[in-house]
């Protein structure tokens, strides 16, 4: 609301900043509280899909709606909107969602009953629980800060899914930045066709999950079968490499859409070839991110799930803020074929990390750190 009544350019930065600020927990911690609620498995794979997948469909829908409302009304309806939309879900959240994390709520009832009731009801207790919250703050640093950082140059499986998942996090936000000035070079689209050409992207986030659920199902389905037939457990946990399913095809989708569109989005060719082409580029990249992220969920769990998310957070939004200063000059320079072939070369050569991990990912376990499931 207050970037929409902004009364000059530093303003609005400040008041960007304070949203960014407010809304990143909320971006890192709910991975891991989709560990803390579901067990390994289609559950789990399902909810942790759905999720990953909002921010990248958030992503490419808010153009589409920006340049709609910016065609009837002035640029500060394009906070607004998204104000409308974001208060009522976030109510509701506030007044249901409960702490999820077992060591917390252990802690919570190991001290409720260390605690008499005279105490809770005098100073002394409060003065007690103070203390308790000081003592652990030198935890909370390391447990918050310090730790992502580590895992993040220390874990191998958090470092390169990192970077593969950074990339692909940035290469949406390029799109999202070239895609008007493209479609309008190529094929004179007025800025609310502009907005039209974000549909390619949007279907792309929408058959991606799709997939990932229904990989997850044909999973389940097999391990059905064999529970029948050598009569396992059927509690027995799937291995967290099951997750890489997507993110192996996506690795394949991706630098084939980036050359498609290369190539294509080009006047005397028309305009759905490269449209289809972003399609399978949002559809490459999402499965990619969502699938290597909920690889690290499974691997770490809900102890140090949250902490190598942060660290992914850090590498996704780095990337995401870092690509828009350079990724016009970029286009400008090389041209779209030659700029977007770039891009293209980046993934080809980021391809082969799912298939390694899904090949030596229990030995790179093996040797993890951290305490895994």
């Not at 909002?54 to 607004?80: R, Y």
């Not at 104000?83 to 190991?110: M, N, T």
């Not at 279907?203 to 064999?226: H, M, S, W």
Request: hydrophobic content about 50%.
């Amino acid at each position: 609301m207050a970037c929409g009544f902004s009364p000059n350019f530093a303003s609005l930065l400040v008041f960007r900043f304070i949203g960014g600020l407010c809304g990143s927990p909320g971006l890192t911690l709910a991975s891991s509280t989709i560990a803390d609620l579901f067990e390994p498995g289609r559950a789990r794979g399902v909810a942790l899909f759905c999720y990953y997948s909002m921010p990248w469909l958030g992503s490419v829908l808010g153009p589409l709606i920006g340049f709609l409302v910016v065609a009837e009304k002035t640029w500060e309806w394009t906070q607004w909107v998204f104000l409308f939309i974001a208060v009522p879900i976030a109510l509701p959240g506030l007044a249901l969602l409960r702490e999820s994390k077992q060591s917390i709520l252990d802690k919570r009832a190991s001290r409720a009953r260390q605690m008499s009731m005279d105490e809770r009801k005098d100073s002394r207790g409060l003065l007690s629980r103070i203390r308790d919250s000081l003592a652990t703050v030198p935890q909370y640093v390391q447990s918050s800060l310090l730790r992502p950082l580590s895992m993040l140059f220390t874990e191998l499986i958090v470092g390169l899914v990192c970077l593969y998942a950074g990339f692909n996090f940035g290469l949406i936000y390029a799109l999202v930045i070239v895609f008007p000035d493209i479609f309008a070079a190529a094929y004179s689209f007025n800025e609310v066709q502009q907005g039209l050409a974000f549909l390619g992207l949007i279907v792309g986030c929408i058959l991606g999950p799709a997939l990932l659920i229904a990989d997850g199902e044909l999973i389940e389905r097999k391990k059905r079968g064999r529970v029948d037939h050598e009569k396992q457990s059927s509690t027995d946990k799937l291995s967290p490499e099951v997750r890489l399913h997507g993110a192996m095809i996506g690795a394949v989708l991706l630098p084939t859409g980036l050359i498609i569109f290369a190539w294509t989005a080009r006047p005397g060719i028309s305009f759905l070839v490269p449209i289809f082409a972003s399609t399978l580029i949002t559809l490459g990249a999402l499965t990619i991110y969502v699938s290597t992220s909920a690889y690290v969920v499974d691997v770490y769990g809900p102890r140090y799930g949250a902490s190598a998310n942060a660290a992914s957070s850090i590498s996704r939004y780095t990337l995401a803020a870092a690509i828009p200063l350079f990724i016009l000059q970029m286009y400008d320079g090389l041209g779209v074929g030659w700029a977007t072939s770039v891009l293209a070369l980046c993934a080809v050569i980021m391809l082969p990390i799912p298939f390694c991990f899904y090949r030596w990912g229990p030995q790179i376990r093996s040797r993890c750190k951290y305490q895994t499931e």
